[in-house]
């Protein structure tokens, strides 16, 4: 599954009225393109092409996998207008929207994804300045949805990563960063909060980030689970003030294993591991105390960084136990990760100076898939 199939998916099985508002608004853009064409000028224009009126609208139900939508269908001064390609019995009109409307998120409203959306519903009275005119409007549309308020604070939980992938700039293949956050909602679902494409993972980048999301409503963070990106660690501190910190144990232990020998990493690895099967807080605390004792004789440098980490590696004991899992890594995101990196590999477009954010699945820019993640 490509991450264009990944999101097509979760846009589906997303709260209903999110698809149902995009379904609906790409639906009346195209037959209003279409009935200015059978116009011959745009709804409103002046032109001495005209051969027809718009002549209001009317209502018209259209059952689809995520509700009816009321559809508001142009009317004419003479003669009628039917979407035959949309409410034709048996057409499945529905799921093209919802591909294309996924294809937006991924990689902006070009002319040419709308000609293909319009070619592949046997839409056949539209010029390419037709065409182009529609997508001006799809993306106007896209963006107020990717932009739209985050609602479901408040957001306890709040999980940070961050990829490279390759793009085409200019004729050249640069490096990009993937910024992507998703959190639990107050609803104790996992929800994608944002997605952004930047040039260099640093701190400027994942202070604009994480500034965006907090205009947009992100609020309520108790805890924010990320690497240990100094640039990163900053910018939490400064937007999300009074949440506190967990640091990755995905991470740091491939940061721990580098001041081991190979031959003794799996003990190592194991070693620490154990420091997370236990119980209870206090035993966890206890259990990391002996594996620090443990690694002094042997591996100081080791033992150094176990001990230095303490605070931010074990933040999650804070936090009900049945949540520990989500908790102290970033895992997560892997997933999506991976599906963003092999989407990238066969082929990222970047758009203009800086790559685009839909190029890399930006579906998650704004309020993304749910999945079941109880929070107790």
Not at 99 to 113: F, K, M, P, Q
Not at 124 to 141: C, P
Not at 317 to 323: D, R, S
Request: hydrophobic share 40%; aromatic share 6%; with cysteine.
């Amino acid at each position: 599954m490509d991450v264009q199939s990944w999101l097509r998916k979760q846009l589906e099985q997303a709260s209903p009225d999110l698809l149902r508002v995009m379904v609906q608004d790409f639906a009346e853009a195209l037959m209003g393109a279409e009935a200015d064409a059978l116009c011959g000028a745009p709804y409103g224009e002046r032109s001495l092409e005209r051969v027809n009126i718009r002549n209001g609208y009317r209502e018209r139900a259209w059952d689809t996998r995520v509700g009816t939508i009321e559809l508001a269908i142009p009317k004419l001064r003479a003669g009628s207008y039917f979407p035959d390609w949309l409410l034709q019995p048996r057409r499945r009109a529905e799921q093209a929207f919802v591909s294309v409307i996924a294809d937006a998120y991924l990689a902006g409203v070009s002319t040419r994804r709308v000609e293909k959306l319009v070619q592949q519903l046997g839409v056949e009275r539209m010029s390419k300045s037709q065409v182009s005119r529609l997508a001006k409007s799809l993306d106007a549309i896209v963006e107020d949805f990717r932009t739209r308020p985050l609602d479901g604070a408040p957001y306890p939980y709040l999980v940070l990563d961050a990829l490279e992938v390759k793009c085409r700039e200019g004729g050249r293949t640069v490096n990009a960063c993937v910024v992507h956050a998703v959190a639990v909602n107050r609803e104790g679902f996992r929800e994608s909060l944002g997605l952004d494409v930047v040039t260099q993972e640093d701190g400027a980048a994942w202070l604009a980030f994480l500034r965006s999301l907090v205009a947009r409503g992100l609020s309520g963070v108790k805890l924010v689970t990320s690497d240990a990106h100094p640039g990163l660690v900053d910018a939490i501190a400064a937007t999300l003030p009074g949440a506190s910190w967990q640091r990755c144990r995905t991470h740091f232990m491939r940061n721990l294993l580098t001041r081991v020998p190979k031959a003794t990493q799996s003990f190592v690895a194991t070693m620490v591991r154990s420091i997370f099967a236990q119980p209870d807080a206090d035993t966890v605390q206890e259990q990391h105390a002996r594996v620090v004792a443990q690694l002094e004789e042997r591996f100081p440098a080791a033992a150094e960084l176990l001990a230095e980490a303490a605070p931010d590696l074990l933040a999650f004991t804070g936090f009900p136990k049945e949540h520990w899992r989500q908790l102290w890594s970033n895992n997560s995101l892997e997933r999506l990760n991976k599906e963003i990196r092999r989407r990238n590999e066969r082929r990222v477009a970047c758009q203009g100076a800086r790559p685009t954010t839909r190029g890399a699945g930006g579906g998650d820019r704004d309020r993304g898939s749910r999945v079941e993640v109880r929070r107790g």
